[in-house]
């Protein structure tokens, strides 16, 4: 497995392997890889020649008061595993290197951008389409694999792509979970032990808005409300940021549930912000 931070020697590295007629794929992470990270990375090993898995704390998709000082890494750790799932290549650049001091280039999917985690987190996605469009340019995969847990980041991409012409197959994978339910994330590792206890509840509660559907109710606002009553019973000192019912692609809010539609919630327990979704199935 090769290990590299230069971003001119990973763009030499695909291009070599683009002459020999092979196929990549590209994982993109900010590392501190957990199970659902690396079923993205099985997943990606079993549709093109070569994997890369990129490992990059994107400085601009956090917001100044956000946590990108003490976002987890552990890159030894994270390296072995790559190894272990079958990865050819680990790009870990720093900042510096995947930014110039005159950087002025942006890319933005406002209209997808502006609610959900986008109204909480302003300039992320912006963050996030800039820096995988640069990770595209390097690479150039064939494939990329995303994690539905960030479902509006899958939308925001898809369009991206699509938009732009990139050229790459994008692929959502599901969402993995800790056995209890809680959709595993690099940052459950800040959640007191009696947090991360209760932190399934967010899950439950995206379950039982399926089974008032499958009941019958399709009133976005009801069923909103049935979410957010649930969570202020099971987890008084979360916070929620909000609970959404959208069309899964333009992520404009629906006012029934009809086929598809997606809820997505975001919740705060204490400094940790824990996202979550599901495909409403009517
Ligand atoms: P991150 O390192 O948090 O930026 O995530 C990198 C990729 O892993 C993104 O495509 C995420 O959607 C995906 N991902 C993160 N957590 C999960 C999970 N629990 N299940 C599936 N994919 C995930």
Sequence with gaps: MDHLADPLLLRQ?????????????????MGFLHAGHLSLLDHARTLADKLVLSIFVNPTQFGPNEDLERYPRDLPRDLSLA????????????????????HATWVTVPELAKGLCGAARPGHFRGVCTVVAKLFGLVRPDWAVFGQKDWQQLAIIRRMVRD?????????????????????????????????????????GLELVQAAVNGGELDAARLGLMFRAYLAEKLPEARLDYVELVHPESLVPVARVGAPTLLAVAVFMGRVRLIDNILLEV
């Excluded at 683009?18 to 994982?27: C, D, E, F, K, N």
């Design 164 to 204: 732009l012409e990139l050229g790459v197959t994008i692929v959502g994978r599901p969402i993995f979970r800790e056995p209890g339910g809680l959709a595993m994330s690099s940052r459950n590792v800040y959640l007191m032990p009696q947090e991360r206890a209760q932190a399934p509840a967010i899950r439950q």
């Design 83 to 102: 190894e272990e799932h079958g990865v050819d290549l680990v790009f870990a650049p720093e900042p510096q290197a995947m930014y110039q001091p005159d």
């Design 13 to 29: 590295h695909c291009q070599s392997w683009r002459a020999q007629g092979l196929t990549i794929a590209l994982v993109p992470t």
